[in-house]
């Protein structure tokens, strides 16, 4: 697909309310990320624009990017040390497989939407917010692309 269709397909907008609807229920963060590049390994990919987005830099290391490669098709969801070492590899690839049925029927938004709210309830379950404290948004919540 050409990633200037998959842009224009996708509701920023709701994008962007859905990642601040998870975030408001706990301590971490999520973003999204388009590449108008070509990748072979989606993963991998996902991993070095974890680290050139500074998702890294989260208090609690509770980060996690959805990463999309609409020219391969492909897509990742990884998630920082913090969340991974409490919810494991089988819990990204469930949520890519939420994704993955809205994405094969053209709904994009709605796959986008969907991994953001699963990805959510794992970071509330494990990073709920802080009573005594204010819920700080530590990395942007807009959709970013390169």
């Given at each position: 697909m050409?990633?200037?269709?998959f842009?224009?397909a996708?509701d920023?907008?709701?994008?962007?309310?859905?990642i601040?609807a998870?975030e408001c229920?706990?301590a971490g963060?999520?973003?999204?990320h388009?590449?108008?590049?070509?990748v072979?390994d989606a993963e991998?990919?996902?991993?070095?624009q974890f680290e050139?987005?500074g998702?890294t830099a989260?208090a609690?290391?509770n980060?996690i990017?959805?990463?999309?490669?609409p020219k391969?098709q492909k897509?990742?969801?990884?998630?920082d040390?913090g969340?991974?070492?409490?919810?494991g590899?089988?819990f990204?690839?469930?949520?890519?497989?939420a994704?993955?049925?809205?994405?094969?029927?053209g709904?994009?938004?709605?796959?986008?939407?969907?991994?953001?709210?699963?990805?959510?309830?794992?970071?509330?379950?494990?990073f709920?917010?802080a009573?005594d404290?204010?819920?700080?948004?530590?990395?942007?919540?807009t959709?970013?692309?390169?």
């Amino acid at each position: 697909m050409k990633v200037k269709s998959f842009l224009e397909a996708v509701d920023h907008e709701r994008v962007v309310e859905a990642i601040r609807a998870a975030e408001c229920r706990s301590a971490g963060e999520i973003r999204v990320h388009v590449t108008t590049k070509s990748v072979d390994d989606a993963e991998k990919a996902a991993a070095a624009q974890f680290e050139a987005l500074g998702m890294t830099a989260t208090a609690e290391r509770n980060g996690i990017l959805i990463y999309i490669a609409p020219k391969s098709q492909k897509f990742a969801i990884i998630g920082d040390i913090g969340i991974h070492a409490r919810c494991g590899s089988d819990f990204w690839h469930g949520v890519a497989q939420a994704m993955s049925a809205d994405f094969k029927a053209g709904r994009f938004t709605d796959g986008i939407v969907k991994g953001v709210a699963k990805a959510g309830e794992v970071m509330a379950a494990h990073f709920p917010c802080a009573i005594d404290k204010p819920n700080i948004n530590e990395l942007s919540d807009t959709v970013s692309e390169d």
